[in-house]
């Protein structure tokens, strides 16, 4: 009963590389509506007035904790923002997109030590290992983890979803509306709905494969990588009346601090929240 | 032709949760594969001596590309390990645990900003804004979205796959095995293979839905909540045959940095690979 998927796993490689697709004739392979389904992601951010009921969300929680996570410490969390209000401040106040605002549903993923730490507490034990760096990642790996298996599992469903990384632009504020608690941050929010027939995003193509990935040891990028993911990317953008230019991007993302729009002091942000990620 | 799926998806959560989990009545949700399979995540660290096919490997990186990533910039790889000296040397020289000596894939992902330095190199421009935390988390996190694809995929395969967060026992070692140059570092490994008549893990229980998940604002952990769990796990542990003390784990972890075992120079360590985080 969950939505129909295109089964056709070759045609779903094509679209998500263009010329560098490979192709694949394993029944296993080509007849996995699992496959069919991950290789089709793309971000919505325009829904219908549909909801998504409660029982619905229940089932990504349980997708979502049913994920691995380090020494099943589940140092993860997720509130559930459904509150139009609630959603609004997420615009007005934490630097999420405007479209966050129409979201039926937002999922806040926290990276979340403060119950260990409650724990602890409660036997009259410290919480020092909480601020080391080794602690900040284990909880944004476990939330990602977690997120995905909830987007993965959403979208099988039918659903659209995005990953809203903006809720890092100032964790205090996501914070303070999420009502966490110490060293608990918002690692990223989920944008939920049932996808709007006027959204038109596609699957976005991305590197080609033996650019990520290699075989025994890692094999460095090459020129020619680069321009022909640029090729491929600005045709796709062209299909989306959007400008191109990866190559730019990624220099002025990675050049100097003014690509990280404020976020350099996300260490400064997360010792305010008590995980300083010593 | 994907490995046959028990659909009884109440069943599933009765199993991952023990006396706290939900039921469903949605025929969606209980129709959906795509949840049961997500609802029967295991960890397997046994296999047999099937190969598992490079076109499998090809399926499940494509998978993993078309997980989402922070403004497409794609900051992580792949290392596909096969080679039995090399999966020795990740158990001798990475603090890989011994299991990993006999798995027939390993996979390690790389939170990797030497490609965005690469090309920004190439232009004649600095890297300076992949040495912020910022960048670190985005490489974590990028790296974990597409692991969890590649693993939910080679589950719903009937592959068996176990995290290896042990890779950062020594990130130094890792990535010289791995052959990786400054800015990139091993975030973990997944080893993969078919599992093992005799593995005998079964599906870990979690906390209960409530415990992660709240509405609106975040609940914080009651001491009713963690000992409801303790019994719930200790009395999964005692079908394997284990010991049990979930509580006494988690404080153990957060206490002091004996906690964390070493990795409490993980800072200093991501230092050495060229991003300190800062």
Redesign the interface.
């Given at each position: 009963?969950?939505a129909p998927t295109d089964l056709d796993?070759n045609a779903a490689?094509r679209e998500?590389?263009g010329a560098a697709a490979?192709q694949?004739?394993?029944?296993?392979?080509?007849?996995?509506?699992?496959?069919a389904?991950?290789?089709?992601?793309r971000?919505v951010r325009r829904f219908t007035g549909r909801p998504v009921?409660p029982?619905?969300?229940?089932?990504l929680?349980?997708?979502a904790?049913?994920?691995?996570?380090?020494?099943?410490?589940?140092v993860?969390?997720?509130?559930?923002?459904?509150?139009d209000a609630?959603r609004q401040r997420l615009v007005a106040q934490a630097g999420a997109s405007a479209f966050v605002a129409e979201a039926p549903v937002v999922l806040l993923f926290?990276a979340d030590?403060?119950?260990?730490?409650?724990?602890?507490g409660?036997?009259g034990?410290?919480?020092?290992?909480?601020e080391?760096?080794?602690?900040?990642?284990?909880g944004?790996?476990d939330a990602?983890?977690a997120?995905?298996?909830a987007?993965?599992?959403a979208e099988?469903?039918g659903l659209g979803t995005c990953?809203l990384?903006s809720l890092?632009n100032d964790p205090a504020a996501a914070a303070t509306l999420?009502?966490?608690?110490a060293r608990?941050v918002v690692?990223?929010g989920v944008a939920l709905g049932w996808p709007h027939p006027d959204e038109t995003a596609g699957?976005?193509p991305?590197?080609a494969?033996d650019?990520?990935?290699?075989?025994?040891?890692?094999r460095?990028?090459s020129?020619r990588d680069?321009e022909a993911y640029e090729s491929t990317l600005a045709a796709y953008n062209a299909t989306q009346g959007r400008p191109s230019g990866?190559?730019r991007?990624?220099?002025a993302?990675?050049?100097?601090?003014?690509?990280?729009h404020g976020?350099?002091r996300?260490?400064e942000w997360?010792t305010d929240r008590g995980l300083p990620?010593?």
């Open positions: 009963m969950s796993v490689l998500r590389y490979p694949l004739s394993d029944p296993a392979l080509l007849g996995s509506e699992m496959l389904t991950m290789l089709r992601h971000s009921g029982e619905t969300i229940t089932a929680v349980a997708a904790q049913s994920a691995a996570t380090s020494s099943n410490n589940q993860w969390s997720v509130v559930e923002v459904r509150d609630a926290v030590w403060a119950r260990a730490s409650a724990i602890a409660g036997r034990e410290a919480d020092e290992a909480a080391y760096l080794e602690s900040t990642l284990v944004f790996v990602a983890l997120a995905q298996n987007v993965v599992a099988s469903l990953y990384g890092r999420a009502g966490l608690p608990a690692a990223f699957v976005k991305r590197l494969p650019v990520v990935h290699s075989l025994e040891t890692y460095p990028v020129p680069i990866w190559i991007q990624i220099v993302r990675v050049r100097d601090i003014r690509g990280l976020r350099e996300m260490r997360l990620s010593r």
